[in-house]
């Protein structure tokens, strides 16, 4: 700040005496009013200028007080009031006798202007105040000069005024605090009410829940139990029956043999009608006995590396005695190399076995085809055929106990081999699906992964 080229200040007064610290408190404010500072900010000044007059005055017996309006860099303007002090301050320092002196104005320094020490109170004009021209500049130093200074007590009842309406407006400030506060202890009540409803609401969601659970869990052990008795049932009269139908096939081989008595034409022709049906339901109890056991969980596979060629060789051989219509003919294609895989060869045997059986059983002309696949790391067996096809709505159905398609497919059988397929498929950790439509034949597909379940 030394060699400021400075404009003359606003106002000029000697702080001497202690009545002079009433004057410089007064032209203060009148100055700080006349530059726009806001009331508040007056006050501020005003308050701040007496306190450091006081300090000035007690230790070095007065100063030179001057107002000057600096224009800064970025088109803002500050009130400076300056004190110099008529005798060297001890130290060169300045410290306000009040702490809280220094917060009633943007700075105060100690600063030597033109060689003279200065203490410096600053405080920044608010942006609306009008800009202040050369002119307006000379009209305020007319004004304060013409403002005749008033009385210590004229000032007293000033400051009383002030002291008056910082009351009224801490008091004010205070009814609004109370008033928010209870707002927001009213607030509080709510969100609390809000949260204990909520909290109510999810323990009694959550007793339903449990309630629930606890309900579908006994629904679940009774319907365990029920499927455990069927396939206990299921088992136990298959297990039965075996013996007399096989023993019935015994007696009625024995009939027609040749070294018994010789029938007549007409009790041959019964005997063999006897033989057949109980050829059929020995089929029958076998694919009983065998679904029964599947669904009792107690049948393990035999895991072990299956070579695919073999067992495919297998299938064409065995499946080509059934592939008796003219008009059809099946194909096992070969199984892409490296053709193994982690199954049970004889259960997956049974599983193609019985797709393709049923392919040739229904199929009238046309192919029957069995193709392998590997994909990343599963194996998927494809079984289709160009037979009827079956319509969507039943593509679960078959897969039921016993159902079969009304209508011309249901050419004896059981409606147990596709129950059974599917759930040899789950045992080896694969799925069973079917894609047909009515008239477009049907695509069975096995999908195994490569490593076993
Ligand atoms: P089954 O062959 O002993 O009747 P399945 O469980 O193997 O018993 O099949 C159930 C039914 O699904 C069959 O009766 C038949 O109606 C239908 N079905 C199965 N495979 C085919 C197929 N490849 N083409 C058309 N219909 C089929």
Not at 305 to 317: H, I, N, T
């Amino acid at each position: 700040m030394t060699g400021e080229l400075a404009p003359p200040p606003l106002l000029q007064m000697a702080l001497r005496v202690e009545h002079d610290i009433f004057l410089v408190r007064q032209r203060g404010r009148e100055v700080a009013a006349a530059v726009g500072l806001e009331h508040q900010d007056q006050v501020r000044i005003a308050t701040a200028l007496s306190e450091v007059a006081r300090d000035l005055l007690r230790l070095v017996g007065g100063a030179e007080v001057s107002f000057h309006l600096h224009g800064s860099a970025d088109g803002r303007h500050h009130l400076h009031v300056d004190l110099a002090p008529v005798a060297p301050l001890p130290d060169e320092r300045y410290e306000p006798q009040s702490g809280a002196v220094s917060r009633l104005v943007d700075s105060l320094l100690v600063l030597t202007v033109k060689g003279d020490t200065v203490v410096r109170m600053s405080r920044r004009v608010p942006a609306n105040a009008p800009a202040p021209t050369p002119e307006r500049l000379a009209e305020f130093r007319d004004e304060l000069d013409r403002a005749a200074p008033g009385s210590a007590l004229d000032e007293l009842a000033a400051q009383n005024q002030q002291l008056i309406a910082a009351l009224d407006e801490v008091r004010t400030q205070r009814d609004e605090l109370a008033v928010l506060n209870e707002e927001l202890a009213e607030t509080n009540r709510g969100v609390v009410a809000l949260y204990n409803q909520l909290t109510e609401e999810l323990e009694e969601t959550n007793r339903g829940v449990v309630a629930l659970y606890a309900e579908l869990d006994e629904k679940s052990a009774q319907l365990r139990a029920a499927s455990e008795s069927k396939s206990r049932f299921l088992a136990n009269v298959s297990h039965e029956l075996r013996a007399p139908v096989t023993a019935i096939m015994g007696l009625g081989r024995l009939l027609a043999d040749a070294a018994s008595d010789p029938l007549t034409g007409e009790q041959a022709r019964q005997v063999g009608l006897i033989r057949s049906s109980a050829a059929d339901l020995l089929g029958l109890v076998n694919e009983l006995l065998d679904l029964a056991k599947a669904e009792s969980g107690r049948m393990e596979p035999d895991w072990a590396e299956v070579d695919l060629r073999p067992l495919f060789g297998q299938l064409r051989g065995t499946l080509r005695a059934l592939a008796t219509r003219p008009g059809v003919e099946l194909v096992v294609e070969e199984p892409p190399v490296p053709a193994v895989l982690r199954t049970d060869e004889v259960l997956l045997g049974q599983v193609l076995r019985n797709l393709l059986h049923n392919g040739l059983k229904f199929t009238e002309r046309g192919e029957v085809r069995l193709r392998a696949q590997l994909g990343d790391d599963r194996w998927t067996f494809v079984v289709s055929d160009t037979g009827p096809g079956i319509a969507p709505e039943l593509h679960e159905r078959i897969f039921e106990e016993f159902y079969q398609v009304p209508g011309a497919t249901r050419v004896g059988g059981t409606g147990l081999g596709l129950p059974y397929a599917r759930r040899l498929v789950t045992l080896l950790g694969g799925t069973l699906e079917l894609t047909s439509e009515p008239g477009r034949g049907s695509t069975f597909c096995v999908s195994l992964p490569t490593g076993g379940a």
